[in-house]
């Protein structure tokens, strides 16, 4: 029923700015009159006016007439086998409302199979009733806006208000998105830190959480984090780093100085393909190929009962996904510098690899660095490769070849499964994602901050 209420608004909306205009087609033909708005103003002026009001309405009446429906199931002699209050009244009442929005499906409690007929023939009642009113506001506002039309009536100003209200409403949402994420993840972090020290969980190095064990004096022992953000740092910032800063800056350099124009138009889609690729395809191919000839290679060079999970795995495979991120910010960056600077070099007896590497390449360097910089964040806060290549260990080590995991697996782990939320366990996944946002959001204020800096200088 929703949808038709929309639709039908909707086509209440075209027929309105449909006369509306066809009015001002009319002020236009009269002798004398001048508009001081376009006819296709005058229509959207009329239609938001019919459409805005009822699709307001129509969205409060969609909350407001369950409640409704409700209440005029409960009057209905079939409730009266309800019990007076509780969760089992509560849950009967959830049960028949499922049914009545969804026939057909079965029910747990045979009370609740004979209060939905009651409460679906309540719903049926309180939809055409929205509908009506819905339209018969949509109808009003129309009529409103229509006997406002004149030829000196300023509806392109009015509209353009709107418009401008609307993308204020589009800017806002982003922002108060952001506000909540961090709201929540602030709520639920103090409510760990009751538990869990700070100084422990921010430079403890134990990391062995229990969900099952209730909290105790020695509880903060056993979140350290540093192993987490050590594996972070070590898959993603390190060894992810080493694959996706050389073949990222080399295939950039080679893009914008060596390949045809034709080849580039080629290579460059090609390469930049690797960003569209779902992660969990990048975590199937470093558990299957990539973890099983790093843990042959091991073996090879003399190690002891190598793991098929590693940070070396997860590491290579996460690198190869952000090759996209460093080559296009360098792409663009080099392509940015000034030609000028490129035929000077030249001019002077330099060869290409010389002006490259003393002239483009540090002239480039900031929008270089935003691109490594965003890429870094990008690869701290993946989740599927570690999952399914690094493995769960909680490891402070150096060799690569080790197990090891990261802040997103654990919060990954931490919120998955039964456990209560009132649990250190679960609420640590809330104080690793606050720690993760803080750091990703300080990468991305430096990254942006460079690239601007670099825009100043060259445009």
């Known amino acids: 029923m929703s949808a038709i209420v929309f639709l039908l ?19 236009r033909r009269q002798a004398g009159a001048k508009l001081h708005s376009l006819p296709g103003y005058h229509g959207w002026y009329v239609a938001l006016w019919a459409v805005v009001p ?31 209050a509780g969760m089992e009244r509560d849950a009967i009442l959830a049960e028949a409302m499922r049914i009545a929005r969804s026939p057909g499906q079965a029910a747990f409690n045979p009370l609740a199979q ?22 018969a506001i949509g109808f009003a506002g129309g009529a409103f806006g229509f006997v406002r039309l004149r030829p000196d009536f300023t ?24 506000v909540g994420i961090v709201a929540s993840l602030l709520f639920e ?27 105790g004096p020695d509880t903060g022992k056993t979140y350290g984090a540093i192993p987490l953000f050590w594996g972070t740092i070590f898959i993603g910032a390190i060894i992810a780093m080493l694959v996706a800063i050389p073949l990222g800056l080399m295939s950039a350099i080679y893009l914008t100085q060596y390949a045809s124009a034709r080849l580039r138009r080629w290579m460059k889609p090609l390469l930049e393909i690797l960003a569209g690729i779902p992660t969990v395809v990048y975590g199937y191919f470093a558990a299957l190929t990539v973890a ?15 793991s098929t999970e590693s940070a070396l795995a997860a590491g290579l495979v996460m690198g190869v996904m952000i090759i996209p991120f460093v080559s296009s910010m360098a792409d663009d960056s080099i392509a940015a510098v000034p030609q000028a600077m490129r035929d000077g070099s030249l001019a002077m007896g330099a060869t290409t690899s010389e002006t490259i590497r003393r002239v483009l390449v540090p002239a480039a360097l900031p929008g270089i660095v935003a691109g490594v910089m965003l890429a870094v964040s990008r690869a701290i806060g993946e989740t599927m490769i570690v999952v399914m290549a690094a493995g769960a260990a909680a ?41 993760l946002f803080f750091v990703t959001l300080l990468l991305n204020i430096v990254a942006l901050s460079v690239v601007r800096r670099y825009r100043e200088a060259y445009e």
């Open 9 to 27: 608004i909707l086509g209440l909306g075209l027929i309105a700015w449909l006369t509306a205009r066809a009015r001002a087609f009319g002020f």
């Open 54 to 84: 009822a699709l307001l309405f129509a969205t409060v009446w969609q909350s407001v007439a369950p409640g409704l429906a409700m209440q005029a199931a409960l009057s209905d002699p079939a409730a009266q086998a309800l019990p007076m």
């Open 114 to 135: 004979t209060l939905a007929a009651p409460l679906r023939s309540a719903l049926e009642q309180y939809q055409w009733i929205g509908l009506a009113l819905a339209l």
């Open 155 to 178: 509806a392109r100003t009015r509209v353009e208000r709107v418009t401008m209200v609307l993308l204020l409403l589009a800017s806002l949402v982003a922002i108060l998105t952001t």
């Open 189 to 215: 972090a103090f409510r760990f830190f009751q538990y869990v020290s700070p100084a422990d969980f921010l430079f403890g190095t134990r990391w062995t959480p229990d969900p099952i064990a209730s909290p």
């Open 292 to 306: 099983p000839m790093i843990r042959d290679f091991a073996a090879a060079i003399g190690i002891d009962n190598p």
């Open 395 to 435: 490891n402070i080590t150096a060799n690569p070849f080790e197990s090891m995991t990261t802040v997103t697996y654990q919060i990954v782990q931490m919120l998955t499964g039964e456990q209560s939320f009132d649990h250190p366990a679960t609420l640590s996944a809330f104080a690793l994602g606050l720690v």
